[in-house]
């Protein structure tokens, strides 16, 4: 079982950037796709962005495609998601997931989940 801690969450006007980072432990993260979503308060939990276990190989969703960037490093246990151009519909909490099945993340079943950071986007 893997322990997933988030930071680097905040407040940030309109067209300002943000960069998030998930590290594990206690598991073998190179073994795990990661994955952000977000939920924003009234809605469902979304998918943001996935990357496979060696990083080559990543998937976003249409709303923040060519803003987001989604990178791990496996030598410290940590996937980032640096989000640039942000919007007010952007703000959400974001939420850090792991699995070894890409499908099952990718459904928003995963495993591991974080226990979320705030983003909040003013106008």
């Known amino acids: 079982q893997i322990q997933l801690v988030e930071a680097g969450g905040g407040l940030v006007q309109a067209g300002g950037s943000l960069r998030l980072s998930c590290t594990t432990s206690?598991?073998?993260?190179?073994?795990?796709?990661m994955g952000w979503f977000r939920q924003a308060p009234g809605k469902e939990r979304e998918f943001v962005a996935a990357?496979?276990?060696?990083?080559?190989?990543?998937n976003y969703a249409d709303s923040v495609k060519g803003r987001f960037t989604i990178f791990r490093d496996n030598s410290k246990n940590t996937v980032y998601l640096q989000m640039n151009s942000l919007k007010p519909e952007d703000t959400a909490a974001y939420y850090c997931?792991?699995?070894?099945?890409?499908?099952?993340?990718?459904?928003?079943?995963?495993?591991?989940w974080g226990q979320g950071t705030q983003v909040t986007v003013s106008s």
């Open positions: 997931a792991a699995d070894p099945n890409v499908l099952r993340l990718r459904r928003g079943r995963p495993i591991y």
């Open positions: 990357i496979s276990w060696t990083g080559g190989s990543t």
């Open positions: 206690g598991g073998t993260f190179s073994s795990y796709v």
